[in-house]
């Protein structure tokens, strides 16, 4: 779409769709520009340069600088979390979370700066950071105990389910940090590493005995 055609569009929107359409391009430019600089370097003057918009719109929508800091990842997780749904049709559960794995590093090569800005959050934006953690985490127990329900999991508690998440969560990061990201950019991630996943979530690391299991 050009410019000139952007433009109409948005002189169309009513105010609420326009205010709408605004904080989206200052997200997607400070998702640009973190991903880019780091939080340390992401200025208000930095982020309304690349979303094309004055710096007094900025404050229309937020009331500083941090309170966009913080709204940013919590933002990108949602948007991660609906992507993944969107990639994961089918019913069979263990299937399923193949497919969530495989489709969070699909997500990660749309919006590579995702790793970097999930990284420096911790520090810089902790309320976004809590925030994310708990949004992913949430919809990821639903699901497993979804699959509690369905008997296609071990009978786990739901403090184990939560304990389980963080532990994927985690392997998610450490992953594409390892196969995915390079100089050139973000890459897919080799097959190995799905059959490796698969291989776990299906059949376990370790042969181990109910006796073994209890001693």
Known sequence: ?????????????????????????????????VGKH????????????E????????????????????QLLPKIGIDMVEFIRARTGTADAARQELER????????????????????????APIGYQKHLDNISTAYVRILRRA???GA???????????????LMGS?????RRYSYSADGVTAVPDHVISAYRKLMTRGLFNVSEDQETQ
């Not at 359409?21 to 400070?30: G, S």
């Not at 489709?103 to 700066?113: G, H, L, M, T």
């Not at 998610?172 to 594409?176: A, K, N, T, V």
């Open 1 to 33: 779409m050009t410019q000139a055609n952007a433009s109409a569009k948005v002189t169309k929107l009513n105010r609420v769709e326009r205010n709408a359409w605004t904080k989206q391009k200052i997200f997607e430019a400070a998702t640009k520009i």
């Open 38 to 49: 780091g939080y340390a370097e992401a200025s208000v003057a930095r982020i309304t340069e």
């Open 51 to 70: 979303a094309g918009v004055a710096q007094g719109t900025f404050y229309n929508h937020f009331e500083n600088r941090q309170e966009l800091l913080e």
């Open 101 to 124: 794995f495989a489709a969070f590093f699909d997500f990660i090569r749309e919006v590579p700066e995702f790793l970097r800005i999930l990284n420096e959050a911790e520090f810089f």
């Open 148 to 150: 509690r329900l369905a």
């Open 153 to 167: 999991t071990e009978n786990y508690s739901d403090e184990e389910l939560e304990a389980i998440v963080h532990m």
């Open 172 to 176: 998610r990061g450490y992953l594409s």
